[in-house]
């Protein structure tokens, strides 16, 4: 991730508590405690997928034979401050995706509750604090403005040998009961505020469809009005066999034509449509809303496939995953727009077991199934998931660039999508909102879901999920990027000096 060009100049008015500089003894010092080595792995682990990080360390930042903890992380911007407009001035970039690290042990509660309120009227949406607690409760940061998102547990082990010590951390940590007899505690905090309302963000819809020609012309019309929205439709056909490659080029080029005839007859093939043809112009209005469409056809398999390809070609500010069966009503695209807008967070997700089903929506067994994974999945995730196998999904684009990180570290085990976005939403802290929809039933084709066969590999997802999320298999940065990592604070020393 590129760093902030205007870092330079405020880590160079930081002065010696940039990097290398002298800070007061905390969580970044190391006394041979694996306890507190644990606590560091921890915030190492995910500190790397933010775009910077800040050490805030409240009070004097002059205590000599300390390190700072961001020296540990992978990471292009990593500053320490000390005092509220510090931290103001390095969260300018209200886009910049900043993960502040704030020990807590060190702080009386009244103390720790002014900082937090403060620093909430401060904070953009996708500011982060992950604060380390030990011993003590954190029931009053509902009323300082931020929401807690995450919870990791740590510090088992007083043991100096690394090996075993990292062995009890990690499991203990994953015990349900145990684990709250961790002497550390680290919070992922969210600001409640969506931040000041700017320009409407703007909207892409990617539509995965295999063997749903008789949906693609009547999802048109049904798509919600957005006000003042710029809304881009993207088909990704995938291997179909009931023409629905040609139906999907019908629709486009009638968009493109400035058409509205969004019938279900098919006219003769209009011959081979090139990949992203429906973007070159955008005739076609919903609502208030200017609508492109665009049709690509995918090389590889499954969904994940298609959705990855579908997002790749995307240019809209917030990126929304629609079903092309039309179980999920396109309508309300709306909801899952206004959630994201309103900051209720930033990650939403449809939830389909909550509300009244349509009748022969979803069957019994199906239905059983989806409930069992969405409660394994709370668990593994320790985020409240009413629903993990919903195809609809509404998230930032610059946000998708993080999950992506984190899903190479992770394994490209997913053949379906959700999962893989689920567990990387929930470990970074978006802070996922459940958004309950009326599911209806197919009208048209019937489901390429395997039952079976299907819900076996989501079990091994799950038990994966459990031991590199719940068990906190975390991944150490290899020597490439930290060799990369250091040229990138050299070059922000060199501009600092030169400056």
Known sequence: MPADVREPALQARLGDRQHGGQVPRGIGTRGGHEGDASVEAEICAIGRYFERVIEWRPGDPREPNAEPLTDQIVCPVKLVVSRLDEWREALADPESRTLTVIDCRRLDDATL????????????????????????????????????????????????LPRPARVVNRFLAAIPIVRRLAPFRLLMLRPNSAGPRGKLPSLSVIVPARNERGNIAALLPRLPELAGTELELIFVEGHSTDATWEEIQRVVIACARGGSDHSQSTPPHPGPLPVGEGDRAAPHSVGASML???????????????????????????????DADLTTPPESLADFYRAYCEGRGDFVNGDRLTLPMERGAMRTLNKLGNRFFARALSHVLETPLTDCLC?????????????????????????????????????????IVNLPIRYAARTYGKTNIRRFRDGARLLGMTAAGWWFIRAGQVRAADASEQKETKKTKDALDSTSLTN
Not at 292 to 309: E, N, S
Not at 400 to 428: C, H, M, N, S, T
């Open 292 to 322: 492109r469409v665009k049709a690509l056809q995918q090389t590889g398999r499954g969904k994940a496939d298609a959705v990855r390809l579908g997002i790749a070609h995307a240019s809209g500010d917030l990126i929304a995953i629609l």
């Open 113 to 160: 509750r002014g900082l937090l309120t403060d620093a909430a009227r401060l904070a953009p949406r996708t500011a982060r604090l992950l604060a380390v607690f030990s011993g003590r409760s954190a029931s009053g940061i509902k009323s300082t403005g931020w929401r807690v998102v995450r919870v990791r547990h740590a510090g088992f082990s007083p043991w100096a």
């Open 391 to 431: 195809g609809t999904k509404l998230f930032s684009r610059r946000d998708y660039q993080r999950l992506i990180a984190w899903r190479k570290d992770f394994g490209d085990r997913d053949p379906f999508g959700d999962f893989e976005l689920l567990f990387p939403a929930a470990v970074l802290g978006l802070g």
